[in-house]
């Protein structure tokens, strides 16, 4: 039986569109959202209702708690899917609100999810940073932030979405390290939430190391992530396209599992699989047009790190 861990919370939420689309305001700078030329805009908002449905069942059955809310689009709010990015939890009873780079992006937080981790989980504080919005100072969640709750690191790639004074104000607030860096893609692109290109588990840590600028701040990574015992899956530019860095390590009550998305598994090299299964089973979910928008699952995941009532 696999160890419970805190790096791998065993409940999250999970935000089920009614009016899914691509976000045109969000577009500029995130350079993995595409395009759907294929179906109406009806369709693919129904295929994505679909795939974050069949989503939920197949963690509910690997054994993980979901707490499912609906976005029925009185709001628009077409990146509500990805919850990550507007608050975050943490051990001892802490919640985080974020400030968020995209106008329609502010209006995904929702006090009814906050009333919700209040009323099942033990939460003694909830620090709400959204004021910083006014001062034009951004920071979204995990998806900016890729925290190692093992060693008490905030991984944090540059970007719009990613304010150093946010991320300093987070960290001392939550006693984590701070580890900001540049990192670009294959076309010279920074790369927009740090999520997508790691994903740091218990025993393993997926990074896209070649995508980070500095190589003296990459040795630093690489020997950080390695020293608390870690296997080192190195990701590859194509690799992290294809989503294998937006994964996310739970825990079932017996096992911790990989979830990551269909498209990301089929990335991965036998040997990346074998490091990675060393550890934790992999459980791959088909979220195709919920990718158009930009993200994988585990943007779609909000980790709940709260102790139960």
Known sequence: MASKSIQAPGSVVIIRPHRFHPNPETASDNAFQRIDTKRTTRQAAEDAYREVSEAAVKLEKSGILVHIFEDHGEKET????????????????????????????RR????????????????????????????????????????????????????????????ERFCTHFNFEPMAFDATDTNGHLVYHTNVMMCIGTDFAMVGFDMINDKARRDEIYSRLQGVGRDMVELSNHQIEEFAGNAIELFTGTRR????????????????????????????????????????????LAGIHLSRR
């Open 257 to 300: 599992i990989l979830v990551i998305s269909s498209r990301a598994v089929a990335a991965l090299t036998p040997g990346q699989k074998k490091t990675i299964e060393k550890s934790v089973e992999i459980v791959p979910i088909s979220i195709p047009t919920i990718e158009l928008a930009g993200g994988s699952i585990r943007c779609m």
């Open 78 to 105: 077409p990146d509500s899917v990805f919850p990550n990015n507007w608050f975050s939890t943490h051990p001892g009873g802490h919640v985080a609100v974020y400030p968020m780079y995209s106008p329609s992006r």
């Open 108 to 167: 995904e937080r929702r006090y009814d999810i906050l009333e919700m981790l209040k009323a099942e989980y033990r939460v003694q504080d909830i620090i709400d940073y959204s004021c910083l919005e006014y001062d034009g100072l951004f920071l979204e969640g995990t998806g900016a932030m890729v925290l190692d709750h093992i060693d008490r690191v905030a991984y944090t790639a540059r970007s719009n979405r990613a304010n150093a004074i946010a991320l």
